[in-house]
């Protein structure tokens, strides 16, 4: 299983950006999708999650101005981020709840996967 992150760049504040995970590998099921983020020095902390059912939650940082949603053809999950500020720069990280397949077929426990992540540097 993989988790591929793109879309994170250099951003003037009050600008936009969308962040998109793909998710590739032997997959029977992904339940809850979420986007994680860290600056420098800090811990990381949750940014957005979708579940399966395309109920999402947002930090109370990004309400209004991030959305979070997902493509469950392409097992894609986006961010897309308006507004933003400059302490909405950091490292962001997809992670995903999986369930690979078996060999024999049948679905495995569900474990989270963490893509790569992809650095937002938002200017003032």
């Known amino acids: 299983v993989q988790l591929q992150a793109s879309g994170g760049g250099l951003v003037e504040a009050g600008g936009s950006l969308r962040l998109s995970c793909t998710v590739s590998g032997n997959i029977f099921a992904i339940n809850d999708m979420g986007w994680y983020r860290q600056a420098s020095g800090k811990q990381r902390e949750l940014v957005a999650a979708?579940?399966?059912?395309?109920?999402?939650n947002y930090a109370n940082s990004v309400k209004g101005r991030f959305t979070i949603s997902r493509d469950y053809v392409k097992n894609t999950v986006y961010l897309q981020m308006n507004i933003l500020k400059p302490e909405d720069t950091a490292d962001y990280f997809c992670k995903a709840e999986i369930s690979v397949t078996t060999a024999w077929g049948y679905p495995g426990v569900f474990y989270d996967y963490w893509g790569q992540g992809t650095l937002v540097t938002v200017s003032s």
């Open positions: 979708i579940t399966s059912a395309g109920s999402a």
